[in-house]
């Protein structure tokens, strides 16, 4: 058996993608030619992930240094740079197809916050800055953060982003290969992401009160997407979680 948490840094060598070498050719020839809709719609979830993303990344690093050995530090390096390179592929994505403007990345974050609810924005850049905060300053449970990091927000609300996403361009009416290519890649980073926090979890003893606390959270994270994601795709999001959980034997009183 493989200690630790070694197969998951094992498996994110394998999963390493570039985000400048996809082609976005057809996507920017593309763009334009969407109905208002179709753009509004895809636009609406490509801001939530520059948001998130970043936000992610950014905050990413005192898990890294919460870990409790030196497996689990590498999972979270790993993970660090996977978020990094997913904050510039949307980044890429919004300034080169959809020509969102700005003269860098946090000028266009600015110029996208506006196309989401405040609730997205502030789970973003209030609530999980926050729980990283506390863990750096050792006054949070490496589990609990983890469970809002990983269980929540990647679980739940992500997931369900990409999800709304990938079917939003599978419907378009002209097609964003690049784009589709990327959310592809990210998806696939996403997937074992959540592995590894359902690990930690699994591995930590979760009381009821947290176990309440990681199902309440994710049933309301799953409504930040406001309009941009339907009421059955929320409610699989939440069946999802609340899965996920007991599989990580989190028990529900
Ligand atoms: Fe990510
Ligand atoms: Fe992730």
């Known amino acids: 058996m493989i200690a630790g948490y070694d ?6 060598e394998s999963l390493q993608w570039d985000e400048t070498a996809l082609d ?6 593309a763009w334009p030619q969407l109905t208002d809709a179709e753009s509004a719609r895809v636009l609406g979830l490509i801001a939530g992930f520059v948001i998130a993303e970043t936000a992610v990344s950014g905050e990413l690093a005192a898990y890294q240094a919460a870990a409790s050995d030196s497996s689990m530090e590498a999972a979270f390096r790993a993970q660090l740079r996977d978020e990094a390179r997913h904050a510039r592929f949307f980044d890429l994505v919004a300034a080169e197809v959809a020509g969102v403007p700005g003269a860098d990345p946090a000028a266009r974050r600015d110029a996208l916050r506006s196309l989401v609810s405040s609730d997205l924005v502030d789970l973003f850049e209030e609530r999980l800055p926050a729980t990283a905060g506390r863990l750096a300053e050792n006054h949070g449970s490496l589990s609990a953060a983890v469970g809002l990091y990983h269980m929540v927000i990647e679980g739940v609300v992500l997931l369900a982003g990409q999800h709304a996403m990938l079917e939003a361009l599978e419907s378009l009416s002209v097609k964003l290969p690049g784009v589709h290519k990327g959310c592809e890649l990210v998806l696939r980073d996403e997937r074992w992401h959540i592995g590894f926090g359902s690990r930690i979890v699994q591995r930590a003893d979760i009381g009821p009160d947290e176990a309440d606390m990681l199902l309440e959270q994710g049933e309301t994270a799953a409504k930040v997407w406001g309009d941009l994601i339907t009421p059955a795709a929320i409610e699989t999001a939440v069946r999802q979680h609340r899965r996920r959980l007991k599989a990580a034997g989190i028990k529900f009183w």
Do not use: G, I, K, N
């Open 24 to 29: 976005y050719s057809a996507d920017r020839e």
């Open 7 to 12: 197969h998951f840094v094992t498996l994110a």
